[in-house]
């Protein structure tokens, strides 16, 4: 069963990439999938937390490949933005492990 | 439970649709939009590369970078050449190209908001725009061929704008530019003549004179004392000024001279250029340099590209959007230019009665239209342009002036750029001289067959009154037709029938050397020329050192680099011993006593030159501050560095908001120029003459990162660090094929914030060292052919 859900939840998170390359709400997506998935609130928080910390270094990764990585680190507020937004959509996004039916453990 | 499970979900559920929500329909849309990692537009459009290959209809050419983002362009055939120009140029720099030509237009304020509106208005009023729609115009009729080149490079600007994501600035604003047109190439053309040529002396003139009353000569002097001009002995013309002056027409107000002034350039705006003749040097052959100071910005104003049309080759600098090399070296030649500081620009006041002016004896209507400005996140503002006979007429409450300037008249100059960089030698270049009307500068070029050449470009205005001959240093009379331009018609085809021929314009072939740093070209030029030169500190340095090396005759590419890098500043040997004379320095402390010793060499490590940089400026405050301040005159009036350096016995010094003396004054100075030491924490030259290069649009990542340099706006080496302008492109070129020519920019090729060639050779250019002309073209390419 947890190998299952490690399956679904691998495939949810490369959807969720995927749909996030073209647009924001991939990032919310992947928050709510990552947090359905999780077994506990915690895990839900930290999964969130994880898919925005995966899509930035996914981010990362092609600002790399353009060349454009080292020009990054000083653009400021656009830094600051690329890294909150990722990170607080992911864990809004977990919060959708309320949703099941058993979201109350803990 | 099944109760509180359900609220527990609908309020997630809301949580979650809020937040979705959220990101589509608030403010919060457009930071997602622009920022979110991944998709963000502004990552979109920094990671976009150019496609491999790209359709074009005028044929096979090729496109290839080197490490610093400098392309060379290879075709055949010129329309392809130019057409992958403008892809490069619309590639790396269009966010640049769109804001000038906005700037231009006086269209800023639609989308950066009110902040511009004076500017807006202002440009709106002198209808620069109406002045590139003519210089099209005639360009089509007068040469079809550069025409069709134009139009060539105006496609490959928009397929690239069509290609590829916008520049990140453009996300960042959040606005689409418009299609690039051939107007639009000529209008930034006329942005660089107004730069350089586009000066309202005159009118300061007249205030400075009514509000200083006595002092205004000594403060203000026409012409600068000294030994140096362009042209020596006798080179080039030379005769008696036969000029009657005019007396001064009704008074204009210093807010309205104060008000146009702030559209000029700012100072420190000039250049340095010689050539050496191959008698003078180590190879037998010329060599030529050229660093032309206009604002840094980031990126720089200047774009490198390379040429190469398979008979034939160009490298050099050109302006993003203009397609044609102006400043670099081609298979026959090398040149470069500086700016000639001639007066082409004269301002005329009128009797008005409503909607008509008086000219001589008759009334006429101005002529009029109606300009809508947007303004965003404001109303529009509408704006009346006006203009008579003499050119466009600004206004700024209630009070007007009428405005001529060459350059409101279609011009050549876009064959004469094209002609340069295509030239085969010293005939042909000066031939393409001849059609350089616009702006007025001074032209140095060497050829491979040995040949120098110096000459000033440009259409020279003679003014008459009543039949007179008159110089254009005053305000005129424009309703008793004072100061008239036989020949010219403004927004349209001059004749420039009355204008001063080109043979009698100054100039030299094969010279020996000449150096040109806009000092004064002549001393006694048969036509009237110039209000005032820049002062001669660098002129006469450059002179000094040419004049010693040649004595040797072995001058070599290194000397030339040298000399561009020389940070020996003459105000501080004028200055610095009257100084010593008049203020005990050693008391002072550091950096101050290290003035008796210091070589007068503004280097980033040295003490004198931290000590005079804050000195100097403390002591123009000392002279000046009270004096204009109570003639309720701004900083900007103040005299120039020659007149600070060399002002002794004055009846400035009479007056009871002035020093008693110069002495005095440096005292004040330095008690001054301690405190603010000592406020600002600077311990070396380099911590003061800091070059903070900024980009237009004013985000500090934009910006270039801060870099200590040598130099002063009066050395060879030239920064001004209070107006960030200098040396904008250092350039050093042999004739002998050496391969030692060398080049560098202030920043980095490409426009792109993100890229690594943002400002990959500014500390190299901060430090003096040059890149080699030749380059390795191993980056990213781009076929252009196989279209419809």
Known sequence: MDRERTLVAAVAVVASLA????????????GVAVGVLASTWPRALAAGLGFGALAWVVFLGTLWRAGRLAAYWDAGLLLYASVG????????GALAHGLRSDGSTA | MDDVDSVRRGLIGAVLGGVAAGGFFTPASTYLDQFAPLSGSVWDSTTNEPPGRVDSEYG???????????????????????????????????FGMDLQRRLMRGRLSAVVGDAALDSDRFRVQMDFARAADANWTAVQNRNPEVADLLSAYVDGVNAAREDQALPPEFELLG??????TPED??????????TLTGSFGSLRRSVLARELGDGFDDLFPRRYDHDSPILRDGVGTAGASAHSESRDSRPVSGELAGWLSGFESPPGVGSNSWVVGGEYTESGEPLLANDPHLSLLAPPVWYQQHLDWGDGWVRGVTFPGVPFVIIGENDAGAWGFTNAGIDVLDCYTYETDGDRYRYGDEWRDFETAEHTIEVDGADDVTVTKRKTVHGPVVEREGEEVGVAWTGFSATATTDAVYAMAHSDGLDDFREATRDFDLPTQCVVYADRDGNTYHKVTGRVPVRYTDGERVPGWQVFDGSAREGEWRGYTPYGESSWAGFVPFEDKPGAVNPGYVGTANQRIVDDPDDYLAESYSPPFRGERLYEVLDDWAESGSMTPEDMRDLQRDTLDTRARRLVPRLLDAADVAAAGPPFDALPDWDYRMDRDSDGALAFAVLFDAYREALYAD???AADLSEDYWPSDWVTATLDSSPWFDRDETPDSAPAAMRTALDAAADRLADEGWETYGEYNEASLEHPFGQSFLNYPGVETDGSPATLNNFRRDSDTGSSWRMVVPMSDDGEASVVLPGGNDGD????????????????????FDREFAGPSIEFGGGD
């Open chain 1, 85 to 92: 937004i990722p990170l607080a959509l992911g864990a809004v």
């Open chain 2, 60 to 94: 096979d050419a090729t496109l290839q970078y080197d490490g610093h983002r400098v392309p060379r362009i290879e075709a055949d055939d010129q329309a392809a050449l130019y057409h992958a120009v403008g892809y490069a140029h619309g590639t790396d720099r269009l």
């Open chain 2, 753 to 772: 914030p993100f890229s690594d060639q943002y400002h990959d050779q500014l500390r190299a250019w901060a430090d003096g060292r040059y890149y080699g």
């Open chain 1, 19 to 30: 749909l996030a390359s073209v647009h924001w709400l991939g990032l919310l997506v992947g």
């Open chain 2, 175 to 180: 606005y689409e530019p418009a299609e690039w």
């Open chain 2, 627 to 629: 004096g204009f301040a």
């Open chain 2, 185 to 194: 190439t000529l209008l930034l053309q006329l942005q660089i003549s107004w």
